[in-house]
């Protein structure tokens, strides 16, 4: 993506996450967190990317309150832009820190339920099944010919 449109995407996330932060006083919005903005290539327009940290009510009520502030929202933005147009704004809801932690957690789970209790290492792991095409072994066996064909 050219150089321009990550500034762009950046510049959008900073607004947008410090307008959230200081000037909305929407008593609806819970504790949210601007994580991306996806923006296409002609800059008409951005997905902003929200997590929000709650119950799942207060994440139905906390988007509410956001998808209700876009106007106000893309009008900040377009203050701050120096740009002809200013993208159409919508709220996303991000949900993929939630996964990564519910994916935490059953990493935990798995590493508590080894008989090690999760301590082991990589290099514990069984060696594979040698085959016996194994090319260094070739070139062992070569080497150990050549030694014998010299005594």
Same mark, same amino acid.
């Given at each position: ?5 990550? %500034? ?13 932060? /200081? !000037?909305? +006083? @929407?008593? %609806? ?6 994580? =991306? ?6 800059? +008409? ?5 929200? +997590?929000?940290?709650?119950?799942? *009510?207060?994440?139905? #009520? ?9 106007? *106000?929202?893309? =009008? ?5 832009? =120096?740009? %002809? #147009? ?9 949900? /993929? ?15 508590? +339920? ?8 990589? /290099? !514990?792991?069984?060696?594979?099944? @040698? @085959?016996?095409?194994?090319?260094? @072994? ?8 050549? !030694?014998?064909?010299?005594?």
């Amino acid at each position: 993506m050219p150089i321009r449109t990550e %500034r762009i995407k950046a510049l959008i996330q900073e607004v947008t996450a410090e307008f959230i932060q /200081s !000037e909305l +006083s @929407d008593p %609806r919005l819970g504790f949210c967190t601007v994580t =991306k903005v996806d923006l296409t290539n002609d800059l +008409s327009y951005a997905n902003i990317y929200v +997590s929000v940290m709650g119950t799942e *009510a207060e994440k139905r #009520t906390t988007m509410r309150g956001l998808q209700d502030a876009r106007g *106000a929202i893309q =009008k900040r933005i377009a203050q701050h832009l =120096k740009t %002809r #147009t200013t993208p159409h704004v919508e709220v996303k809801l991000d949900e /993929s820190v939630e996964r990564t932690f519910h994916i935490l957690d059953k990493i935990r789970e798995a590493r508590a +339920s080894d008989p090690d209790g999760g301590k082991g290492s990589a /290099s !514990e792991v069984p060696p594979a099944a @040698d @085959d016996g095409e194994d090319e260094e @072994d070739e070139e062992d066996e070569e080497a150990k010919e050549d !030694e014998e064909a010299k005594e």
